[in-house]
């Protein structure tokens, strides 16, 4: 008999969960939620899971895809207003024609990128901007190019908003907006500060004085762009209003709806058409879908027997070694599952009590900088640095995560422990 329980009902969920990340990070054209919907609906009608538990994982996930689909929208105005193209602006213009001041520039734009807008924007719409910047004052694309991955995942443990881990967990704590920012502050500033030294240190040889600037890549005609004020102060009511909406009584799906929405009166009347294609591109319906199948496919693991024995590998309290155990507990899940399903598995079982579920949100996100599997984020930034300069090669990739994980995580994980103990 297939249930949740049985040898079977495991075997056939962990099947479905191997097929769903292998797609997703194998298939470079192809939507992971081609195999992951039918893989979904597959698990409820063989009795490995309920109809009932499937509509109650669904109303869990809802309110996150709901914020995601409107968080993408805005991403998308903010770079069809110019946001990146200005910020590529500064980057150059404040950097000099230094390398090194160029990389800590990088890693400003990056952590407040993510933290703001999300891993998924830093990746696609910052990391182009950070080489051709790189390019145009001739310095080497490799080390800041790099710097946008890590800190996609190093920086994404700010706010709520910055990643999707991060909405799950926000969502299951019954944490405030404020609350989170606040225990999760420090960490994100230890993480940011350990990865530069690492940078700094490791990519020393890719930081000499800059060479002549690529011209191939930067007319010196290049226009300069205007500031888009309107953008930057709808981007900033619309954190005001995360940052209200717990005593208001509203979700944050609701606020970023609306925010996505008043975002797009302007270009939806000098565009109507143009626009709402556009919008609904960015929205990735197929994304929305995977993210949705992939929580019913991770049921039945969690569930079972595997979700058992990992359970019990969760220590109890909330103790400097117990928040380094679910840390380095969630790191390795990242890097053998992927971070989202990772962060699908683990997070029930560390929700009640919200250090050890900030914790594994440490470990979810800083752990992918491990290996180009921890997370979609790093195939993603992969195809984009292949697209416009080189990736860096599988090994030497390897080796800069084996060298700031374990201090980054060590470090963000002591750091969110001094918190809890001022709270």
């Given at each position: 008999?297939?249930?949740?329980?049985?040898?079977?009902?495991?075997?056939?969920?962990?099947l479905a969960?191997v097929?769903?990340?292998?797609?997703a990070?194998?298939?470079?054209?192809?939507?992971p939620a081609?195999?992951?919907?039918p893989?979904?609906?597959?698990?409820p009608?063989?009795g490995?899971?309920?109809?009932?538990?499937?509509?109650d994982?669904?109303?869990f996930?809802?309110?996150?895809i709901g914020?995601?689909a409107a968080?993408?929208v805005?991403?998308?105005?903010?770079?069809?207003?110019?946001?990146?193209?200005?910020v590529?602006?500064?980057l150059?213009?404040w950097?000099?024609?230094?390398?090194?001041?160029?990389?800590?520039?990088?890693f400003?734009a990056a952590?407040?990128?993510?933290?703001?807008?999300?891993?998924?924007?830093?990746?696609?719409l910052?990391?182009p901007?950070?080489v051709a910047?790189?390019r145009?004052i001739?310095?080497?694309?490799?080390?800041v190019?790099?710097a946008?991955?890590?800190l996609?995942?190093?920086?994404s443990t700010?706010?709520?908003?910055s990643?999707?881990?991060?909405l799950l967990?926000?969502?299951?704590?019954?944490?405030?907006?404020?609350?989170?920012?606040g225990?999760?502050?420090a960490?994100?500033?230890?993480?940011i500060v350990?990865?530069?030294v690492?940078?700094?240190?490791?990519f020393?040889?890719d930081?000499p004085t800059?060479?002549?600037p690529?011209?191939?890549?930067?007319?010196a005609d290049?226009?300069?762009?205007?500031?888009?004020?309107g953008?930057?102060i709808l981007?900033g009511?619309?954190?005001?209003?995360?940052?209200?909406?717990?005593?208001?009584g509203l979700?944050?799906?609701a606020?970023?709806?609306?925010?996505a929405?008043?975002?797009?009166i302007?270009?939806?009347?000098?565009a109507p058409?143009?626009?709402a294609?556009?919008?609904?591109?960015?929205?990735?319906?197929?994304?929305?879908?995977?993210?949705?199948?992939?929580?019913?496919?991770v049921?039945?693991?969690?569930?079972g027997p595997?979700g058992?024995a990992?359970?019990?590998?969760i220590?109890d309290?909330?103790?400097?070694?117990?928040?380094?155990?679910?840390?380095?507990?969630?790191?390795?899940?990242?890097?053998?599952?992927?971070?989202?399903p990772?962060?699908l598995l683990?997070?029930?079982?560390?929700?009640?009590?919200?250090g050890?579920?900030?914790?594994?949100?440490?470990?979810?996100n800083i752990g992918?900088?491990?290996?180009?599997?921890?997370s979609?984020?790093?195939?993603?930034w992969?195809?984009?640095?292949?697209?416009?300069?080189?990736a860096p090669p599988?090994?030497?990739?390897?080796?800069?995560g084996t060298?700031t994980?374990?201090?980054?995580?060590i470090?963000a994980?002591v750091?969110?422990?001094v918190?809890?103990?001022v709270?």
């Open positions: 008999m297939l249930d949740v329980h049985s040898p079977l009902g495991t075997a056939v969920a962990v969960l097929a769903v990340i292998g797609i990070v194998s298939a470079q054209r192809l939507s081609i195999i992951a919907v893989a979904a609906v597959l698990l009608l063989l490995v899971v309920s109809w009932s538990q499937v509509r994982e669904l109303e996930i809802a309110p996150t914020f995601l968080m993408l805005v991403a998308e105005v903010c770079a069809r207003t110019g946001v990146f193209a200005w590529g602006q500064l150059a213009d950097s000099r024609g230094s390398p090194r001041q160029l990389l800590r520039l990088v400003v952590a407040l990128t993510t933290a703001v807008l999300s891993i998924d924007t830093t990746i696609v910052l990391t901007v950070a910047t790189a145009r001739g310095a080497r694309a490799t080390p190019g790099t946008t991955a890590h996609a995942n190093s920086a700010l706010l709520p908003v990643n999707l881990t991060n967990a926000f969502s299951a704590t019954g944490l405030g907006f404020l609350s989170f920012a225990l999760m502050a960490p994100w500033v230890v993480a350990v990865e530069y690492i940078f700094r240190v490791f020393a040889g930081l800059a060479r002549a690529d011209t191939a890549h930067t007319p290049t226009p300069r762009r205007p500031a888009p004020v953008t930057l981007l009511l619309l954190l005001c209003g995360f940052v209200i909406a717990e005593p208001l979700s944050l799906a606020i970023a709806g609306v925010g929405a008043v975002m797009l302007v270009p939806m009347r000098k058409a143009v626009t294609v556009r919008a609904l591109r960015a929205v990735n319906l197929g994304f929305l879908a995977f993210v949705a199948a992939l929580g019913i496919i049921l039945p693991i969690r569930l595997i058992g990992i359970t019990h590998l220590p309290g909330n103790s400097l070694w117990a928040l380094l155990a679910v840390a380095t507990l969630a790191a390795v899940a990242a890097n053998v599952l992927n971070n989202l990772a962060t683990l997070l029930p079982m560390v929700a009640h009590d919200p050890l579920a900030l914790a594994m949100l440490l470990g979810v992918p900088n491990l290996a180009y599997f921890g979609l984020a790093n195939l993603l992969r195809d984009v640095m292949r697209r416009h300069t080189i599988t090994r030497r990739y390897v080796l800069l060298l994980v374990p201090p980054t995580l470090a994980v750091a969110l422990w918190g809890l103990q709270v």
